[in-house]
């Protein structure tokens, strides 16, 4: 066998699947290394409040579970680095993580690197991003105290994010191309708001305004009547791109960029696991996010067992 890599494993994405995967594997008595570019929790950092995770009946806020959670996988012995993985390579027997300080080797990876907010596509939406339009509710909704806003997605996420909204802005215009579909609880307290206007069947074609957005246009999907609506805020949550950049080559990748694994999270290459929001067929909720990522620490501690002897 050639020189002993740096670490048993290491562990690309620091979001709640990364950390509860550096939790279980470190307390299994591995030596773990962590890679993370956003911040504790990755896009839990963005959620005011988390009400479907077992265990916590009256709910918690995303910026605090994800700061618990790298707390208790720091004190359980993970070690992080808080960069960029550039590149991701195996030998035969090792893999090789390359970061813009050097290379990283390491029996098993997991990759653990989410979703990002998916954006519309239309002309000026980058442009005027911070200036009338935001994804995250959390972050922003201040700036918006007291006008009129969109919020686009009929989502889990979209509906969540209204309700951050509503009682800070004057009014909500909820836009989706289908009908709402998130979980039925979340439905009906946004319907039950007073200052929000539901759109369903109903696609945003165009934004308005060149150094602040000043509004947009819409048409119904079915009738094809068109409206032109003055709103200073816009809020999109329109789906998740799986950042699945790393593996592409590695192994098979569906249409939509997800991993193919097995039940233990395995991939097709030794030493290689994907858990998460990555993996095709994830519900894509916290808790089956934690499931993913202490199956993949154990199946990853098994693996390295073996290579060891």
């Known amino acids: 066998m050639t020189e002993t890599p740096e670490f048993e494993l290491a562990i690309i994405g620091g979001g709640f699947t990364g950390l509860t995967a550096g939790l279980i594997a470190a307390r299994a008595g591995l030596n773990v290394k962590l890679f993370d570019r956003m911040g504790p929790g990755g896009q839990l950092i963005n959620i005011d409040r988390v009400d479907n995770y077992p265990g916590l009946p009256t709910g918690i806020a995303g910026y605090e579970l994800g700061p618990a959670a790298l707390e208790q996988a720091l004190d359980a012995g993970v070690k992080i680095d808080y960069g960029e993985i550039d590149g991701l390579t195996f030998d035969g027997e090792h893999w090789q993580l390359i970061t813009n300080t050097g290379v990283v080797t390491a029996y098993a990876v997991i990759v653990a690197t989410g979703s990002e907010l998916a954006k519309l596509g239309l002309d000026g939406e980058e442009e005027l991003h911070g200036s009338g339009i935001s994804y995250c509710a959390t972050c922003d909704a201040e700036f918006f105290r007291d006008q009129d806003i969109m919020v686009v997605g009929g989502g889990d996420s979209g509906l969540d994010e209204v309700l951050v909204l509503a009682p800070v802005v004057r009014s909500i215009t909820l836009v ?43 048409i119904h999907r079915e009738n094809g009547e068109t409206a032109h609506l003055k709103v200073s805020g816009l809020f999109i949550y329109v789906g998740l791109n799986a950042n699945t950049s790393l593996l592409e080559g590695l192994i098979p990748l569906d249409t939509a960029g997800h991993a193919q694994v097995d039940i233990m999270m395995a991939t097709e290459q030794p030493g290689l696991f994907v858990a998460g929001d990555l993996r095709a067929g994830s519900v894509r909720l916290l808790a089956s996010c934690a499931g993913d990522g202490a199956t993949a620490a154990v199946a990853a501690e098994r693996y390295i067992r073996s290579t060891l002897g």
């Open 176 to 218: 989706t191309r289908g009908e709402l579909d998130g979980a039925a609880t979340t439905v009906n307290a946004v319907r039950a708001l007073e200052n929000v206007t539901i759109h369903c069947n109903t696609t945003l074609t165009e934004l308005h305004g060149t150094a602040q957005l000043e509004g947009v246009s819409v």
